[in-house]
């Protein structure tokens, strides 16, 4: 079979939209599956909807990347979206074109810095993990290349001013997609300090702050990545080798925090895609913690001892469902600050996201850390709720109950705090050491003494919830309730 390239394409007469030269206007730290199903499809769709016109160097963040595969193809992969969308099943299929090369730092450093001397690059777009966004004294000026992100972003940028230091608008828009608060900010944070460590002058810290503007933005889409079992079928279907297909769901939302000229820069919203610039990403970005994370963190560990496995099935099972979307409409959403209209309708497509039958979601694997994911995606709710209405929320209450009931482990191991639902069957409870020691030191508490040493655990929840007038009485008898009659029924009865 042909491998997937330009010729291979023409051979078969393919008529789809695909953009072969065009100016290299976007440097992309990162060459995997998130930023090639999200960040380049968007771009891939702004050149075919608004002449945007622009290729994308892509530049792998770590010595073993996808840099070879991705020149083989040309810098063209098949990118699938797939998901549940408007009540019906979806799988789109695209070519994407918009990436001209990808480059190895770690064999030829020269040809990244290189890219710095094109007049034409405005844009850089990065996602190199939660780690990558980090200020790493050791790195050095003469580093080839300096090991942390940050660090080979200053070396960039102190080759672009060299070249063009004189000039106004040869600066960058940096896009940072890393799933940090204020990413954009932090990576800014981090330049400037190796600017000063490096003493590279005061005029080059001022152009850095004057002549490129640093996004923080929110990402919105799951990415699946290349379907190993699925390839070779695929590929076939396709009629020629692509070794670097992409897969992801149909829902993807981008919020840039940037100022107003950027949307006549970046014409998202004249090409109708959901790209959002604005002048504070904060509000979407709770939107997304509270509503999608937070329904997760407060229903699949209740769903889990309810003898559920995977997310889907639980979008199927009415009394489940229920549970999640009570607390979604009647307890998140009214504690937060965007207009209702909006938030309605990111609610609805969080079900239908859920309902995605190309994902097969685990709830184990969402279980994984969920004291932090409780604390930083549903106790804001909590305390939301209590403040506007001064009543406990019925739903997120008993979902913190479920919490502790699925952390009610008998046998700590290096693997984990080892637990069973009530049919029997054994899973571990994954999270810091000192959290699972902790439950396993109370493994032998009644319901009360459980309630009250978990709810007042400043460690855990930086303040002691047994002060929240009602909650540990309320947690109490909700942990009674699921050892006496099972989660399925304590969601039951939180619908009547």
């Given amino acids: 079979m042909e491998k997937l390239c330009y010729a291979t394409l023409e051979k078969q007469g393919y008529d789809g939209y695909l953009l072969k030269e065009a100016p290299e206007r976007v440097l992309q730290f990162g060459e995997g599956n998130f930023l090639r199903a999200f960040v380049d499809y968007f771009i891939d769709m702004l050149n075919e909807k608004t002449g945007f016109n622009s290729k994308v160097v892509l530049c792998q963040p770590i010595a073993a990347g996808l840099a070879d595969m991705i020149n083989e193809q040309e810098g063209l992969y098949t990118l699938f979206l797939r998901g549940f969308e408007n009540g019906k099943k ?20 020269e040809a990244v810095l290189a890219c710095a001397d094109n007049p034409e690059l405005r844009y850089i777009a990065c996602n190199t993990t ?3 966004i980090a ?41 940072s997609c890393e799933l940090i608060d204020n990413n954009g900010k932090e990576l800014e944070k981090c330049v400037l300090n190796y600017a000063q460590q490096w003493n590279l ?47 992801g769901e149909i829902f993807g939302f981008w919020v840039i925090e940037g100022p107003e000229h950027l949307k006549k820069e970046l014409p998202f919203e004249q090409a109708g895609l959901p790209v959002l610039i604005c002048n504070d990403h904060k509000p979407y970005k709770q939107r997304k913690v509270r509503i999608l994370n937070g329904a997760h963190t407060s229903f699949v560990l209740g769903a889990y ?20 979307n009570k607390t979604i409409y009647d307890e998140i959403i009214p504690t937060l600050t965007l207009p209702k209209e909006e938030l309605m309708s ?104 459980l309630a009250h040493a978990v709810c007042s655990n400043v460690d855990f929840w930086d303040e002691d919830l047994s002060k929240i007038s009602g909650f540990e009485e309320a947690v109490t008898g909700y942990l009674k309730a699921i050892e006496e009659k099972g989660a399925y029924e304590v969601m039951k009865d939180c619908l009547n």
């Fill in 90 to 109: 979806v799988n789109e299929k695209r070519v994407i074109s918009c990436v001209s090369r990808c480059l190895n730092p770690y064999e030829d450093y």
């Fill in 130 to 132: 939660e780690a990558g």
């Fill in 135 to 175: 200020y790493d004294p050791s790195c050095q000026f003469t580093d080839v290349p300096a090991e942390s992100y940050p660090g080979k972003l200053t070396q960039f940028l102190y080759r672009r001013f060299e070249k063009f230091g004189k000039e106004a608008g040869k600066g960058f828009v940096i896009l």
């Fill in 201 to 247: 002058g005061e005029a080059f810290t001022n152009w850095i702050k004057t002549e490129n503007i640093f996004c923080s933005t929110l990402v919105d889409r799951i990415v699946t990545g290349y379907p190993r079992n699925e390839a070779a079928a695929i590929c076939e279907e396709l009629g020629y080798q692509d070794n670097i297909i992409d897969t």
């Fill in 305 to 324: 001892l309810a003898g559920q496995d995977i997310v889907r099935n639980c979008m199927d099972d009415e009394v489940i469902c229920g549970f999640m």
């Fill in 346 to 449: 990111f609610a609805a497509s969080v079900t239908e996201r859920f309902k995605n039958p190309f994902i097969d979601h685990a709830l184990l694997s969402i279980s994984l850390n969920s004291t932090s994911k409780w604390k930083a995606r549903v106790l804001p709710s909590l305390k939301g709720y209590v403040d506007k209405t001064g009543t406990l929320p019925t739903c997120i209450t008993a979902s913190f109950a479920f919490y502790i009931a699925f952390y009610h482990g008998m046998n700590l191991t290096n693997d984990g705090l080892i637990a069973a639902r009530p049919a029997g069957n054994e899973y571990t409870v994954k999270d810091d050491k000192p959290i699972l020691q902790f439950f396993y030191d109370h493994k032998d508490d009644d319901a009360k003494t």
